[in-house]
Nanobody, 121 residues
């Protein structure tokens, strides 16, 4: 059974930084793409970033390029999301998801429970 467990969320001031982690278990982590999504209260879930299984290719939501960085450590079965220059509008529940194959960053079949990020002074 695949499990994805996010951590690292919390309260941060505008302009601050935060790094989220997502630990995966249940199948060969290095064989699957990984993605991050977020959902603000009352809004739909949106794509944030994704990375192919080897880390060779990364993708970002256009509005987040330059501030957010996705990375992964296949030896630790963990994917990260480094967030900098955080803004109040970044406040959301952040989810990690595991893709259906190595290179497929468009379809995800497993999701974590989410970690809350709140950007406020």
């Amino acid at each position: 059974q695949v499990q994805l467990v996010e951590s690292g969320g919390g309260l941060v001031q505008p302009g601050g930084s935060l790094t989220l982690s997502c630990a995966a278990s249940g199948r060969t982590f290095s064989s699957y793409s990984m993605g991050w999504f977020r959902q603000a209260p009352g809004k739909e879930r949106l794509f944030v970033a994704a990375m192919t299984c080897s880390g060779a290719r990364t993708y970002y939501a256009d509005s987040l390029k330059g501030r957010f960085t996705i990375s992964r450590d296949n030896a630790k079965n963990t994917v990260y999301l480094q967030m900098t220059s955080l803004r109040p509008e970044d406040t959301a529940l952040y989810y990690c998801a595991q893709g259906t194959s190595c290179g497929n960053t468009a379809h995800y079949d497993y999701w974590g429970q989410g970690t809350q990020v709140t950007v406020s002074s």
